[in-house]
Each structure stands twice: as structure tokens, then as C-alpha cells.
């Protein structure tokens, strides 16, 4: 049974930092390419960050580039999402996603707020 955890959300101020995370289980998580999507209130859902299986292919939205990174660590089975430099429109809940299965996390809140 696949199954995605995410933690670390919180409320930071702007220009802070956080790291959220993604546990996997349930399958070869070295197998999947993972991404990070975030669901602003009112809007749609959109692609942060991906990543290959073996974290040689990353890939960011225009939006975060040179502010957010994406990692994974294999043998733990987890993705990781680190957000420097954060901005109030960062505020967002952030989701997990494996892309082999088409499965997601049931996400972390993040709110970036003074």
C-alpha cells in the first residue's frame, strides 16, 4: 500500500526558512521520480519542484528557482523540499507526489506571515 507523510509546515516570516518533508512507504521509492506541488487558497494546484529517482534531474518552477531545492535521500525514503527566502505568496498548502503510482500526500500547511 503506498503511502505519503508530509511534515515540517509551519508559520514563518518572510524571508525565513523551512524544510518540509515526505516520508514514503510502500514501494521502491528510488523507482519513482517525486515532485512537490503547493494549492494556494483559490487556486489551482501547481508543480514546485521535481526530481529524479536517482536526484540527477531536477526541475523548479519559475516562481521558487534559486530559492527552493528539492532533494531525496533513498535509503530513508524521503523527499525533501527546502524554501529559503520565503514569501507571503509562498503560502500554500504543499503536497507530495508520486509520479510511477500517481499517488499524493495528504500535504503540510505552510504560511508565510509577519
Known amino acids: 500500500q503506498v503511502q505519503l507523510v508530509e511534515s515540517g509546515g509551519g508559520l514563518v516570516q518572510p524571508g525565513g526558512s523551512l524544510r518540509v518533508s515526505c516520508v514514503a512507504s510502500?514501494?521502491?521509492?528510488?523507482?519513482?521520480?517525486m515532485r512537490w506541488y503547493r494549492q494556494a487558497p483559490g487556486k489551482e494546484r501547481e508543480l514546485v519542484a521535481s526530481?529524479?529517482?536517482?536526484?540527477?534531474?531536477?526541475n523548479y518552477a519559475d516562481s521558487v528557482k534559486g530559492r527552493f531545492t528539492v532533494s531525496r535521500d533513498n535509503y530513508a525514503n524521503t523527499v525533501y523540499l527546502q524554501m529559503n527566502s520565503l514569501k507571503p505568496e509562498d503560502t500554500a498548502v504543499y503536497y507530495c507526489?508520486?509520479?510511477?503510482?500517481?499517488?499524493w500526500g495528504q500535504g503540510t500547511q505552510v504560511t508565510v506571515s509577519s
Open positions: 507526489y508520486a509520479l510511477l503510482f500517481r499517488y
Open positions: 510502500g514501494f521502491r521509492f528510488s523507482s519513482s521520480v
Open positions: 526530481i529524479g529517482g536517482r536526484g540527477d534531474i531536477l
